[in-house]
């Protein structure tokens, strides 16, 4: 029995130093000063942060790929809201239509999506390719799954349905009961699709590169732009880059941890 | 039973003002409430159904869009070099998915003999590195093993030549990366499924003198097949899909359908959107045939578990 576990902890050991050894390396590299013949750097420095956070590139690749999450993100919780919210309410014999096209680009990857956007707005009345517009709709498609899941299971939760009901019954309007009761309850709900969504948009590089390109530099198109060139400051770039991405799933896993635990707890 | 009507007696006509008045505002509202949808099938006709279409249509024109014709098919079809894009990218699809899912399978059972605790560590490791690929990781796979790479050269230097024949800007190296970037999924995919083996399950097996061998041929495996399908069928799809790995380690340099795709439709040399269109229905026919495949796979494990 003992010399199993041995087994499954050499496993587990293996799989771990297989998944972190390539973020260790990246690591070591975006901090190292001389390192051509050892085993680990000769010595350190942060003189490729201190170069990259002087990068003016680097901030405005920042300020396009946050401009285009907050864009994305605060359209998608404004139209998605309302519409998840009546089509479960009021409508409810489409909630399977609407289930199918909020998961249908699930199944599309990006670069099948890109060749019918290209096509759309090249030429013809709406001309947008190139321009950061074309971005914010294909990637409120792209988060249109994890929007949709997010804000349904929270109005399931909470019973949208039976709370707009009392609502209205005690003469609060449609528009009160969403606003007052409903909207409230969900809130904490959202914010859990809402961050994966941010960590989803922050990483895209396929629609990015194959739409817009060095028109709108987001951030994966600067990081592929540098990835030929000084290797350890493009080091310090994916570390940065993955360093906010972390903190980002974090928080999903915290929320999502402590999600599962209450109803857990209540149950004794 | 009392009737309303019988007790409070209405003029007839009256009610049926009123009830039309009502009939009268429900409808306004939900004309109202239809309004509200309008952004969203805007959105959904714009960007999701409407390419989609564009692209299907597109497809069977010659490339001066003017005839319709199903040439740009016979084209791939004919072709040596888009059939290998296709064979290429099917075949590093199909094995960096096997690959991981066997990986996956062991590593996921090991997981289970440890202490809760130490499981939600592991996989919120899982988690985590499911994070880091694409550009980022294509990037980190250049600094170690790239031609100038840290193990490459550390290797060399230490006389050994394990990777002196090794190539990461070619198939092995696709190949080891898209490994890399599938395990933490096919982990998080596998582990749930583990949960649905009873410890019960197992001493009823050895109750009847059934081996842990036996256990796993006749029990514990056909138990995990669906959703090791299931598993494979989202691997397969997500690596047939990838692009952003395969552009930033091989550039144009390697045939593949994704990255064929791409450069039909988006580079200023060999600019073919129509081609790229039917290509491009080719790769969705095969995504939307793998998430069938997964969506009977998850339907048979709810069927087999509850």
Request: charged letters at 20%; glycine letters at 20%; hydrophobic letters at 40%.
């Given at each position: 029995m003992k010399s199993s576990l041995a087994f499954h902890k050499v496993i587990v050991g293996l799989l771990v130093i297989y998944l972190i050894i390539p973020l260790v390396g990246t690591f070591l590299f975006s901090m190292a000063g001389k390192w051509d013949h050892t085993i680990l750097p000769e010595s350190y420095t942060v003189k490729w942060y201190i170069e990259l956070f002087q990068d003016e590139r680097f901030y405005r690749a920042l300020q396009h790929t946050l401009f285009l999450i907050v864009v994305t993100v605060g359209l998608s919780v404004v139209i998605m809201l309302p519409t998840i919210f009546i089509i479960t309410v009021?409508?409810?014999?489409?909630e399977k239509w609407l289930q199918a096209a909020s998961m249908l680009p699930y199944g599309i990857p990006p670069i099948v999506g890109a060749v019918g956007l290209i096509k759309v707005y090249s030429d013809g009345p709406i001309q947008i390719a190139g321009t950061p517009w074309i971005l914010v709709g294909a990637y409120f498609i792209t988060i249109l799954p994890f929007m949709y899941q997010g804000i349904r299971n929270s109005l399931r939760t909470v019973n949208a349905i039976q709370l707009v009901d009392a609502a209205e019954l005690l003469g609060a309007t449609k528009f009160q009961a969403f606003r007052t009761v409903v909207f409230p309850n969900i809130i904490s709900g959202i914010l859990v699709s809402t961050l994966l969504s941010v960590a989803l948009l922050f990483s895209e590089f396929a629609f990015a590169n194959l739409l817009v390109g060095g028109r709108f530099e987001t951030i994966q198109i600067y990081l592929a732009d540098k990835l030929n060139k000084s290797g350890h400051l493009t080091s310090a770039i994916v570390i940065t880059y993955y360093s906010i991405i972390l903190l980002l799933t974090g928080t999903v896993l915290k929320l999502t941890f402590r999600k599962e635990n209450a109803p857990s707890l209540l149950k004794g | 039973m009392v009737n309303v009507r019988t007790m409070k007696p209405i003029p007839p006509l009256l009610a049926n003002i009123e009830e039309r008045e009502v009939l009268r505002k429900i409808k306004k509202q939900k004309l109202y409430l239809l309004a509200l949808l309008l952004p969203f099938i805007l959105f959904i006709i714009g960007f999701e159904i409407g390419p989609l279409v564009a692209m299907l249509k597109d497809s069977f024109y010659a490339d001066d869009g003017i005839q319709v014709t199903i040439q740009q098919y016979l084209t791939i079809f004919k072709s040596k070099f888009y059939l290998q894009a296709i064979q290429n990218s099917l075949v590093i699809s199909l094995f960096s998915a096997v690959t991981s899912v066997i990986i996956a399978v062991i590593a996921a059972y090991s997981f289970t003999k440890f202490s809760q605790k130490i499981q939600n560590r592991l996989l919120m490791i899982a988690n985590m590195t499911s994070n880091f690929e694409g550009i980022p990781l294509s990037f980190s796979y250049i600094i170690l093993l790239g031609n100038n790479g840290l193990f490459t050269l550390l290797f060399s230097k230490l006389g050994l030549d394990i990777f002196a024949g090794f190539n990461l800007y070619s198939w092995t190296g696709l190949i080891l990366v898209y490994i890399y970037f599938q395990i933490p999924l096919a982990i998080m995919l596998i582990y749930p499924s583990y949960q649905g083996i009873k410890k019960q399950w197992k001493e009823a097996s050895s109750l009847l003198n059934g081996t842990a061998l036996s256990f796993w041929i006749h029990i514990g495996i056909p138990v995990l097949l669906p959703s090791i399908a299931g598993t494979f069928s989202i691997l397969f799809a997500n690596a047939m899909g990838a692009y952003a790995t395969a552009y930033a380690l091989v550039g144009s340099n390697y045939n593949l359908l994704s990255l064929q795709i791409a450069s039909l439709v988006s580079s200023d040399v060999s600019l073919r959107p129509q081609l790229g269109s039917a290509m491009g229905v080719l790769l969705a026919a095969t995504m939307i045939g793998a998430m069938w495949f997964n969506e009977r796979m998850m339907r048979r494990i709810r069927r087999d578990l509850r």
């Open positions: 009021y409508f409810g014999k489409w | -």
